[in-house]
């Protein structure tokens, strides 16, 4: 099964592109040009055998964003520029980590770095999201865009259930331009600090390992993901995710609970 990575910058991509030409390797390039050009930079596609052959030929060096199945896209990249203006909170965003879906596999999770800050926005996209959930102390608005899940932060958005990159760039630029257009109009909308909606215990129980090892103190992982979802305890007493064997999973848990005020490890 083919491989794909992104990059933070195109420098990079060109670095990379660079090695495997030289090294002769056959691979494929995914382009998020024209439009989706402020939120991504091209991604690499590569058969197992040429990712091992670019890894040893000095690709281990390159600083990519992780790597994921590829699948082939059913959307087309759009033949327009991205809409952009000198006033927009959110000039740009970029893919900085990029991995299989925990509660879906076939699915791709990111993270995107903002060149801005979001925090000023997210009451007022509160007040327009009537089913997002929003945790003003962190702060962070989780929303679903479609079946993808949306944790948007002041600096950086998770994005769970992408299904690929050019649907993943494609939501990347929907919430791009959802909070420039909503801030500029925020002088016509009363924001909101209403924590309305939790994320469904179902969505963190799919981010546990699913072992019931009975480490955390509740009888199985289900019940575990009810008493984190009531509040009755943290996620990182999940001792394989966060001390274990089961680390992979660290990151997409604390995703889903950042709908519930946990903050992310970075936060603390």
Known sequence: MHAVTTFADRS?????????????????????????ALVGC??????????????????????DAGWAEYRPSALTVPDEPPVSSPDDLIARMVIVVLAQCVADP???????????????ALPYLNAELQQASYTAKL????????????????????????????DAWASLERLRRSVNEVWARRDQIEPSFEARRRPPALEIYKRLPGTNCRECGEASCTAFAWAVWRGDVDP?????????????????????CAGLGVPAEEDI
């Open 139 to 166: 702060p962070v608005l989780t929303f679903m865009d479609g079946h993808r899940m949306v944790s948007l932060f002041r600096d950086r958005v998770a994005i769970a259930k992408a299904d690929d990159i050019v």
């Open 236 to 256: 990182r007493d999940c001792l394989p995710v966060f001390h274990g064997d089961q680390s992979h999973l660290r990151d997409a848990l604390l995703s889903v």
């Open 42 to 63: 091209p991604a690499l596609v590569l058969s197992p055998e040429a990712r091992a052959e670019y890894l040893d030929g000095g690709g281990s060096g390159m600083i």
């Open 12 to 36: 990079e991509f060109q670095r990379a592109l660079g090695l495997v030409e030289r090294l002769g390797i056959d691979h494929g390039v995914v382009s998020p040009d024209p439009s989706y």
């Open 106 to 120: 076939s699915k791709l999770r990111l993270i995107a770095h903002l060149a801005g800050d979001a925090g000023e």
